[in-house]
């Protein structure tokens, strides 16, 4: 009888860290849709990778790019958050396939709002976007620094009751780290060797990188007049200080409500979840999923809803 505690003490050890772990593996059962008449907020947020618009990610007929502009605005979806966004204002060769803005915007009778980070010779955008079915009231960039395109964008939307909430959409520093150099890296011993400390440097450099964007994106969420819901590509995982910032003011959108790991990233790199979205206290999360099913970017989309209490 005297050992009970002590075979206990494992299972004690799991509850107090079920709410860290749940971060990483959420196991909530799927909820009852709302009420029809009831007033939600559908979100999209997703890493298009600029609608595969080079040569060595385009395939022959561009049907994953059209693919995927036509989930996006076919989508019910009130608010489209994307990160690596890509429009051209012109046709070209190609002729309107990568007219993006107007085709998320105009066309699927959204507000368009898009942040520019680059523009190429031929008037070509870069950067992020936020879409939106209520009007947009007003809108903002958050810089992150003058030496990285990465940065955040927000805007004030108005709904349909008369409520505002802030969206904020946010593509934080990448890994820095090449998916194939960390594949190759365990290929052997010699391979191991020979990369391990050059991917440490490089893994080191983005970590402290994001850990001041988020600092700067905290800042601007807690001075928010109105309800806040963020979209991000982190590239940090659940358990990452970057994730813990965020989660410190916002529930996150699978930790509430999702079930299993949510892995977003699309690549040899297995169970990464480095897509988010969160929400403010004043929001409930009814529902939340990763559209695996459209692979065309080496990330997959997240899908989530909410209401207001």
Request: charged share 20%; proline share 7%.
């Amino acid at each position: 009888m005297r050992r009970w505690p002590v075979a206990l003490l494992p299972l004690a050890a799991l509850l107090l860290g079920w709410p860290h772990l749940q971060r990483g593996l959420a196991l909530h059962l799927p909820a009852a849709p709302p009420p029809a008449d009831s007033v939600s907020v559908r979100v999209i947020s997703a890493n298009v990778r600029i609608f595969n618009v080079y040569p060595q990610l385009r395939d022959p007929d561009l049907a994953s790019t059209k693919t995927m502009i036509r989930y996006l605005a076919d989508s019910p979806a009130d608010v489209l958050c994307l990160q690596e966004f890509y429009t051209e204002p012109r046709p070209t060769q190609d002729g309107t396939v990568f007219n993006t803005e107007r085709q998320l915007g105009k066309m699927s009778e959204r507000r368009a709002f898009v942040s520019t980070t680059l523009t190429n010779r031929v008037g070509a955008k870069f950067g992020l976007a936020i879409f939106s079915r209520f009007p947009i009231v007003r809108r903002g960039v958050i810089q992150f620094g003058r030496l990285t395109q990465n940065h955040a964008m927000w805007a004030d939307l108005r709904l349909p009751q008369g409520d505002t909430v802030r969206v904020f959409n946010a593509h934080l520093q990448s890994m820095s780290m090449a998916e194939q150099d960390i594949v190759d890296s365990y290929s052997s011993k010699a391979g191991f060797k020979a990369k391990s400390i050059g991917l440490l440097r490089r893994f080191k450099r983005g970590m402290v990188q994001r850990s001041v964007q988020v600092d700067t994106l905290v800042g601007r969420i807690e001075r928010s007049p109105y309800p806040v819901l963020l979209c991000a590509d982190l590239n940090d995982l659940p358990y990452s200080y970057s994730y813990d910032q965020l989660a410190d003011h916002l529930q996150n959108a699978w930790a509430t409500v999702g079930l299993g790991v949510g892995a977003t990233y699309n690549g040899k790199l297995p169970l990464l979840r480095i897509d988010q979205q969160f929400a403010g206290p004043q929001f409930r999360v009814l529902g939340c999923r990763v559209r695996r099913d459209m692979p065309y970017s080496d990330h997959f989309p997240v899908e989530a809803e909410y209401r207001l209490r």
